[in-house]
């Protein structure tokens, strides 16, 4: 599977982005599709995931702003992110992997196959 992520820029502190991930190849109907973020000095973190039913799992600090989509016709994923803080400042990172597994099992970077390149969202004041 490859990933293409896009969609990162400059936004103000409670403005909004759409960060959209373009995926091909051996993408199955049980194909898994998460969302991390990595800021320098720090270790990639998981932000939010869509299993293959269309279940979803956020990290609790973009919990209730973020909304995390996938439209398997188009072969894309999306990551809606509202109410942006200084502290979401990071690249972001989409990720796959095939599995029937509930939504809430995928948060560790670990279990991910494919990557996608990162797209950089800085957030300012």
């Known amino acids: 599977v490859q990933l293409q992520a896009s969609g990162g820029g400059l936004v103000q502190a409670g403005g909004s982005l759409r960060l959209s991930c373009a995926f091909s190849?051996?993408?199955?109907?049980?194909?898994?599709l998460g969302w991390f973020r990595q800021t320098p000095g720090k270790e990639r973190e998981f932000v939010a995931v869509i299993s293959w039913s269309g279940s979803t799992h956020y990290a609790d600090s973009v919990k209730g702003r973020f909304t995390i989509a996938r439209d398997i016709a188009q072969n894309t994923g999306n990551l809606q992110m509202n109410d942006l803080k200084l502290e979401d400042t990071a690249v972001y990172y989409c990720?796959?992997?095939?599995?029937?597994?509930?939504?809430?099992?995928?948060?560790?970077?670990?279990?991910?196959?494919?990557w996608g390149q990162g797209t950089l969202v800085t957030v300012s004041s």
């Open positions: 190849g051996r993408t199955f109907n049980n194909l898994v």
């Open positions: 990720a796959a992997r095939h599995s029937y597994a509930p939504a809430w099992t995928h948060a560790s970077e670990n279990l991910y196959d494919y």
